[in-house]
RNA sequence: GACUGCGUAGCUCAAUGGAUAGAGCGUUGCGCUUCGAACGCAAAGGUUGGGGGUUCGAGUCCCUCCGCGGUCGCCA
C-alpha cells in the first residue's frame, strides 16, 4: 500500500474533472506531477507540486490552479485538510484513520509491504564481482560484491526478476601468469628450492595448497615437460582453484551468484562467439579496419601507427572507434565483452546492470556503445563504479595484508568485524562515493556507528514484545493487533514513526528506479532515529511507554505500530543483506 | 590533452528539479545520581568551490573556470 501512489492517482482524478469542467485544457503533460512527503512535518502528510507543473501549459496562475485542485481533494473521506502554500504546493493532511490503514497494512503484510509491481517482472541482469580468478577478494571487490547484491536484492523487492551473474575472467594473459605461479608453487611442493617467488608472478601464499594439490595429482610428470604442454592443465586446475576460494569468499558475506560466465567459453566452445559477434557487427558496417590517432599530451613512448580492426563505437556516443584484436591477432578484451553482453542481450536482458570499480571507469562509454550496437537499440546497459575503499582503524590506515602479500583480503576484514558491518557499511555511502571503512568503529556500539543504531531499533522492539510477554503476559497476534484503535496514538512523536512507515514504499520505488541501495541504508537510519526518539520521550513521559500495565488499549495500539516497524525494519535490513537480531548483548 | 567521478557545516556525509539545504561526530549549554541513559534535550555552526545559463523554482540540469581522484590502442 503505497499512499503516494494512491494519492498521486487521486490528483490525476482531481485534473481530469478540471479537464472535464473547462478550467484546464485537454491533454497537458503531466510527467513532472508527484506527490511526496513534505520536507517540513507541520506542512502535512502529503505534497502535491501539481498545479506548478501544469500551471504554465495551463495558461494559469499556479496559486489559483492549486486551490483547484485543493477543493477537488478536500472532498476526499481520507484527508483531513488541505492547504495551498508557497508558490503553489497543495499541503494534505491525511485522516488519522488513513494513516492507521496503512500501519495495518504494514503490520499484516510484514513481508510484503513495500514490494511493488513496479518491475512487473521484467528480466534484470546485475551483473558484479567479476574479480579476476588469480587470487582471494580484496576488499574493493567487495564494495562490488555487496552492493551489486543488495542492488540485485533491492530490485527483486520491486517486482523485477532479477538474475545474478559473476565473469569469470578466464581467458587472457593473467591466467596464464596465475597457471606459471602455481608451477612455482607445484615445484615447491616436490620438495625443489624455488627462493623468491620471481617478479612477475603471483606471490601470496593461497597457492602454496595449488601447488600442493598438482603435485599430489600428478606427482613429478609434469616437471620435464615443456610450458606448452603443462600450461593449460595447471591452469584449469588453479582457475578452479581461485574460483573455490573466490566463492568462499562471497558465502563469507552471503553473495551468491545464479550464473558464472567464462571468458573462455565464448571462443573456446564449438562456435567462436567472439568471431560471430564481429562478423555480425561487420556485416552492419559497424566493424572496418582504419587507423586511431595516438592519445594526446603524452604519447606513449611504444606507439605504434598500425591500421587494425576497429569498432565504430563513435556511432553510439563513445569517443574514438575501439579496437577489436590485438597486434598479435588476439581478440581484446573488449571484443570478448561485446560478446558477452550480446549472450545476455540473446538470453533475454534488455535490461543490464553492470558494477565495476572505479577503475574502469574509462570502459563505460565503449560498452554501452556495444551494447546499443548488438541489441539494435532494443537492451540499456547501466554501469554502476564503485569508488575505492579506504581501510583504517582507530582512524589510522591499514595497508599490509599478512596473507596476500600487497593488498587486505576481503576475508581478513570480514573475519575481524563480521559479515553484518561490512555490508552495512560497505552500503551507508553512495556507490560513486568513496568509502572511508574503520574497522574500530563499526564495533562500537553508540550512536555514532549506523549498524548498530540500525540493528538495535530491531533488537529494541522485539524486547519491548518480550517485555510485554514477561510483565503482562500480554502476547497479542498479528489479528489482534491489526485490530487495535490506533486512534490512541495521537503523540507526535507516534505519529512521525506512522508518517516514516508509509513512506517505506514509495522509499523502495525510487531507490529501485535510480539503481542506489544506499537509500535504503539511509532510510533505516532515519526510521531508527524516529524510533530511538520515540522510545526516549517515554523516558520522561511514562505515559508513552509501548508497554502500560492495566491499559490494554493503548499497549495493543503501540505493539501494532511496532509490529509495523519491525516488519520494514526487517524488509529494509534483508534487502542490505545484514541480519536483524532480536537481541543484541 | 581527452574522457569520467567528486567538491555541501570544523570533520564524515545525506538531500526523485521544490518550500527555511539536513543527519552523525566535534563544540557549547542544560538534563540524567542507573526506575527503559549500550544517553536525552537544545543551541551555535552554510555565499552547496567561482562565474554564467535554462526554469515559476537549481546543491541537483547545461556551459565555463578552479581543485582533488581515476582512466586513456595491443593489460584485464
Redesign the pocket.
Known amino acids: 500500500m503505497n499512499i503516494f501512489g494512491l494519492f498521486e492517482r487521486r490528483v490525476g482524478e482531481a485534473l481530469g474533472r478540471l479537464e472535464a469542467a473547462g478550467h484546464i485544457p485537454a491533454g497537458l503533460d503531466t510527467s513532472?506531477v508527484?506527490?511526496?512527503p513534505?520536507?517540513?512535518t507541520?506542512?502535512?502528510d502529503l505534497?502535491?507540486?501539481a498545479a506548478?507543473?501544469i500551471?504554465?501549459q495551463a495558461k494559469a496562475n499556479?496559486r489559483a490552479l492549486a486551490e483547484l485542485i485543493a477543493a477537488d481533494l478536500r472532498t476526499d473521506p481520507r484527508v483531513s485538510g488541505v492547504?495551498v502554500?508557497?508558490?503553489?504546493?497543495?499541503?494534505i493532511a491525511l485522516a488519522p484513520s488513513t494513516l492507521h490503514e496503512v500501519i495495518r497494512a504494514a503490520l499484516l503484510d510484514q513481508h510484503g509491504f513495500g514490494r511493488s509491481g513496479q518491475g512487473a517482472g521484467a528480466a534484470v541482469n546485475v551483473e558484479n564481482v567479476s574479480a579476476?580468478p588469480?587470487g582471494p577478494m580484496h576488499v574493493g571487490h567487495g564494495r562490488g560484491a555487496v552492493f551489486g547484491d543488495a542492488l540485485a536484492n533491492l530490485l527483486a523487492f520491486a517486482g523485477f526478476a532479477v538474475t545474478r551473474e559473476y565473469y569469470v575472467?578466464d581467458?587472457?594473459?593473467?591466467?596464464d601468469v596465475l597457471a606459471r605461479s602455481a608451477f612455482v608453487r607445484y615445484r615447491e611442493a616436490l620438495g625443489q628450492d624455488v627462493g623468491a617467488i620471481p617478479e612477475g608472478l603471483y606471490p601470496g601464499d593461497y597457492l602454496v595448497p595449488v601447488g600442493r594439490a598438482l603435485a599430489e595429482e600428478f606427482a613429478s610428470t609434469l616437471l620435464d615437460r615443456p610450458e606448452a604442454e603443462w600450461l593449460p592443465t595447471v591452469r584449469t586446475r588453479a582457475i578452479d582453484a581461485m574460483m573455490a576460494l573466490i566463492r568462499d569468499d562471497l558465502a563469507s558475506l552471503d553473495i551468491r551468484h545464479d550464473v558464472f560466465f567464462s571468458?573462455r567459453s565464448l571462443s573456446g566452445g564449438a562456435t567462436d562467439e567472439i568471431r560471430a559477434t564481429i562478423e555480425g557487427l561487420r556485416s552492419r558496417g559497424l566493424v572496418y579496419e582504419g587507423?586511431?590517432p595516438?592519445?594526446?599530451?603524452?604519447p606513449?613512448e611504444?606507439?605504434?601507427?598500425?591500421?587494425?580492426t576497429l569498432f565504430r563505437a563513435t556511432e553510439f556516443g563513445d569517443?574514438?572507434d575501439?579496437?577489436l584484436?590485438?597486434?598479435?591477432g588476439?581478440?581484446?578484451?573488449?571484443a570478448a565483452?561485446i560478446a558477452y553482453h550480446r549472450s545476455k542481450f540473446e538470453r533475454g536482458f534488455a535490461s543490464m546492470i553492470d558494477v565495476?570499480?572505479?577503475?574502469?571507469?574509462?570502459?563505460?562509454?565503449r560498452m554501452r556503445a556495444a551494447v546499443k550496437a548488438v541489441s539494435g537499440g532494443d537492451a540499456d546497459l547501466d554501469v554502476k563504479?564503485c569508488?575505492?575503499v579506504?581501510l583504517l582503524r582507530g582512524g589510522e590506515p591499514v595497508k599490509m595484508s599478512k596473507r596476500s602479500g600487497d593488498f587486505v583480503t576481503l576475508r581478513e576484514v570480514v573475519d575481524e568485524v563480521g559479515r553484518d558491518p561490512v555490508r552495512f557499511m560497505m552500503l551507508?555511502?553512495?556507490n560513486?562515493?568513496?568509502?572511508?571503512f574503520d574497522l574500530a568503529k563499526v564495533l562500537?556500539?553508540?550512536?555514532?556507528?549506523?549498524v548498530?543504531?540500525v540493528q538495535?531499533a530491531h533488537?529494541?522492539v522485539a524486547?519491548?514484545f518480550r517485555?510485554?510477554s514477561e510483565t503482562s503476559g500480554f502476547t497479542p497476534d498479528r489479528e489482534a493487533l491489526a485490530g487495535a484503535d490506533l486512534s490512541v496514538l495521537t503523540d507526535e512523536a507516534e505519529i512521525e514513526l506512522e508518517r516514516r512507515i508509509a513512506q517505506w514504499p514509495r522509499l523502495v520505488e525510487?531507490a529501485a528506479?535510480?539503481h542506489?541501495p544506499?537509500?535504503v541504508a539511509?532510510f533505516l537510519?532515519?526510521l531508527s532515529?524516529v524510533f530511538?526518539?520515540?522510545?526516549?520521550?517515554?523516558?520522561?513521559l511514562?505515559q508513552?511507554?509501548?508497554?502500560?500495565q492495566g491499559d490494554e488499549r493503548s499497549t495493543v495500539a503501540r505493539l501494532a505500530l511496532l509490529g509495523a516497524l519491525r516488519g520494514v525494519l526487517a524488509s529494509g535490513l534483508a534487502i542490505l543483506g545484514v541480519s536483524a537480531p532480536d537481541?543484541?548483548?
Open positions: 513532472r508527484l506527490v511526496e513534505p520536507r517540513e507541520g506542512h502535512g505534497a502535491t507540486n506548478m507543473a500551471a504554465k499556479p492547504t502554500a508557497g508558490p503553489g504546493f497543495i499541503n579476476n588469480t575472467n581467458a587472457g594473459a593473467q591466467v571468458e587507423r586511431l595516438p592519445p594526446k599530451g603524452q606513449p611504444d606507439w605504434e601507427d598500425r591500421e587494425q569517443d574514438i575501439r579496437p584484436l590485438k597486434s598479435d588476439a581478440y581484446t578484451y573488449f565483452d565495476w570499480g572505479a577503475d574502469h571507469g574509462g570502459y563505460v562509454k563504479l569508488q575505492l579506504k551507508f555511502r553512495k560513486d562515493a568513496p568509502l572511508d562500537e556500539q553508540s550512536k555514532d556507528n549506523p548498530f543504531y538495535y533488537a529494541r524486547s519491548v517485555q510485554a525510487a528506479a535510480a542506489e544506499h537509500r539511509f537510519y532515519d532515529g530511538h526518539a520515540l522510545w526516549n520521550k517515554g523516558k520522561d511514562p508513552l511507554r509501548f508497554v502500560k537481541e543484541m548483548r
